[in-house]
């Protein structure tokens, strides 16, 4: 007790703080967290990633995959 340093403004530990995160495609915030979800997918002989806060985003996406 006491020897853990928390951070106040974080509801939960996560490996990439909230400034280093991606955006979220659909949303624009910082994709951080157990909800977040990524797509990819390779174009042009590139791996492709997109970045999603969480599911419902993830459903709101325009998918800009080409078949
Ligand atoms: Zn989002």
Redesign the pocket.
């Known amino acids: 007790m006491g020897d853990d340093e928390v951070d106040p403004t974080s509801d939960h530990v996560e490996d990439v703080a909230e400034e280093d995160a991606p955006d979220?495609t659909?949303?624009g915030?910082p994709v951080v967290g157990h909800e977040s979800r990524v797509v990819t997918w390779i174009e042009d002989g590139q791996a492709t990633h997109r970045h999603?806060?969480?599911d419902s985003?993830r459903a709101d996406w325009d998918d800009e995959r080409v078949d």
Do not use: G, N, P, Y
């Open positions: 979220c659909t949303c915030d999603f806060c969480d985003c």
